[in-house]
Structure formats: structure tokens, C-alpha cells
């Protein structure tokens, strides 16, 4: 079983500030994806990364998939009330790609 | 755009009684899937299911749940005898591809309240 362990659990933050939230494991994966879920929603795909050292920008996120392949990271700049929600990594599992979650950063971003 | 749509949002029941949850995945979309949430929990796989047949379920997804595709749009969700346990939100997804990369596509959840 593949266990994604996400950090930190919880966040809370001034508007305008930085953060980076991780996800890690021991297991080495082909692609990971992050997704934010809001309250009473499923959860929304924000960026897939495939490629060891892999960065990716969406706006003010950036998104790292570790060298290794076996962690990843999400970094907002500039943080605004509309980034908050639950932020999720997950891998799709090899055949019928169902996705394994972590366990989820619950940001919260104060105006 | 295209979206995957749940109903009801919310359903309440008393344990032992059965519920189908339904699903109406994207139209060209041929992997469907079942999560559920418990909350304050991660989001777990149920059960996948692709041309017509259960392609892999979870230890949650025992002998009480049972999943079916009766007509060429929904996709449904039954648990036969619900627990307290049951309790949760339960997503639905669709994904049009094999491609591992592929989107998965959630809806919005129908919250499942059993007393």
C-alpha cells in the first residue's frame, strides 16, 4: 500500500505570504498529482508532474516533483483568501489508475 | 464544460436500510470510480469499474456494496445494510482513457448520514 504523508496537516496564514506544503513518501512513483477540494466539492486536478526534478507553474503555484520521484511539494506565492481549501496529492495506481490520496494540507488564508 | 453529476447531494438513513447513490459520469468517459470520505479522513478508493465489470475494489468495498451502470449514462452506488460507519461523502469519478495521466474527473459528493 502506498502511503503519501502530507505536511503539514494544517496551515493557516496571513494574505501576501509564502508557504510550501510537501508530500512524501518512500515509494517511488511514475506521476503525481495535486488537487485542491472545497468545502461541500470533490476534489479539483491542479497539475500532473511525470518527470523526476519536474517543476511546474500554475499561476502563483509552483509545483516539484522530488529528483527521486518520491516526493513533491507545492509552493504558493503571495497567498490569497481564494487558495484556501484542502490541498491533495495522490498517484495513480498502474492498470485502472485509481488514485491513492495523502492524507491533505488544510490551508486557510487570512485576509 | 463537461462535469460529473451526483444526486441527491445529501441522503439520510436509518442503519440497516439501503441507499443507491447515483452518478451521471462525463458522457465519452469509459473508467468509472467510487471514493468515499469519511470526515476529517483522506479520500479513499472503493471500487473501479471499466467496460462493464468491477475492475478493482478496495477492503472497504466488502459483500454490502455493489455497483452497476443500468443504462449507457449512470453509474450507481448501492450499500444493501448501512452501518454508522457508512457515513461519509461518497465521490464518484470518471476518467475517458487508459492513459495514466489521463484527468479524473470527481463530482461533487453526496454526503451519506446514517443514524
Known amino acids: 500500500t502506498q502511503l503519501l504523508e502530507q505536511s503539514p496537516q494544517f496551515l493557516s496564514i496571513q494574505e501576501g505570504e509564502n508557504l510550501t506544503v510537501y508530500c512524501n513518501s518512500s515509494s517511488v512513483f511514475s506521476s503525481l498529482q495535486w488537487y485542491r477540494q472545497e468545502p461541500g466539492e470533490g476534489p479539483v486536478l491542479l497539475v500532473t508532474?511525470?518527470?523526476?526534478?519536474e517543476v511546474k507553474k500554475l499561476k502563483r503555484l509552483t509545483f516539484q516533483f522530488g529528483d527521486a520521484r518520491k516526493d513533491s511539494s507545492l509552493h504558493i506565492t503571495a497567498a490569497q483568501p481564494g487558495d484556501t481549501g484542502l490541498y491533495l496529492c495522490a498517484v495513480p495506481n498502474f492498470g485502472n489508475e485509481k488514485l491513492t490520496f495523502g492524507t491533505g494540507t488544510r490551508l486557510t488564508i487570512i485576509p | 464544460e463537461p462535469e460529473v453529476t451526483q444526486t441527491p447531494s445529501h441522503q439520510v438513513t436509518q442503519m440497516g436500510q439501503e441507499v443507491i447513490l447515483r452518478c451521471v459520469p462525463i458522457s465519452n468517459h469509459l473508467y468509472f470510480y467510487w471514493y468515499r470520505q469519511i470526515l476529517g479522513q483522506k479520500v479513499e478508493f472503493l471500487v473501479s469499474?471499466?467496460?462493464?465489470?468491477?475492475?478493482?475494489k478496495s477492503e472497504i468495498f466488502d459483500d454490502q456494496f455493489s455497483v452497476e451502470r443500468p443504462d449507457g449514462s449512470n453509474f450507481t452506488l448501492k450499500i444493501r445494510s448501512t452501518k454508522l460507519e457508512d457515513s461519509a461523502m461518497y465521490f464518484c469519478a470518471s476518467r475517458s482513457s487508459g492513459n495514466p495521466t489521463d484527468t479524473q474527473y470527481f463530482g461533487p459528493g453526496t454526503r451519506l448520514t446514517v443514524l
Open positions: 469499474f471499466y467496460n462493464n465489470e468491477i475492475s478493482e
Open positions: 508532474v511525470v518527470t523526476g526534478g
